[in-house]
């Protein structure tokens, strides 16, 4: 063969390997995200422990979480600092998520899960929808959109429940 052939063939050669390697490139890039996805998952539930330990540790805290809504207006102001902080801090992990979620960071099925746990929060922590007017221009556009639905669509059920609930007839 001559030179001329070797050439030939190395330039078919490339021709077969730069598709081939094309491919490569691209899963290696698709597999890289599915980690990342991954790791934000995991850097969710990183940032959460601490949190759900010091529930767990201390019955003040737990008392402070589980009471506070419902005794808010009894409550020193030094314990309305304090749950309000502890609400503010939810809240903020919450906006962390639903913005990673956004820029498609991780997954709507990791996503649905936080997002069940925002509208149980949002339920149970009743103050922050009172208080939602005056604390939605503390957080990102989008994600205080997303709350007032979540807010406006728990009242609308709530409404539901009330105007077909026996008492109300």
Known sequence: MTLHDWADVSIIIQGVLLPLSI???IWQVWKQSKLTRAA?????????????LALVQDSAVAELWKQGASQYSEMDPIRQERYMGMITW?????????HQWQE??????????????LEYFLTRHKIIAERWPKL?????????????GIIQEQEKKRAER???SPASQ
Do not use: C, G, K
């Open 23 to 25: 491919l490569i490139l």
């Open 136 to 148: 939605r221009e503390y957080y990102e556009a989008a994600f205080a959109v997303h709350v007032d």
């Open 90 to 98: 939810w809240i903020m992990l919450h906006e962390s998520i639903h």
């Open 40 to 52: 934000n998952a995991q850097s969710l539930v990183e940032i959460a422990t601490p949190f759900h």
């Open 104 to 117: 498609d960071l991780i997954d709507d099925s990791v996503y649905s899960s936080w997002r069940r746990d």
């Open 162 to 164: 009330d105007a077909s």
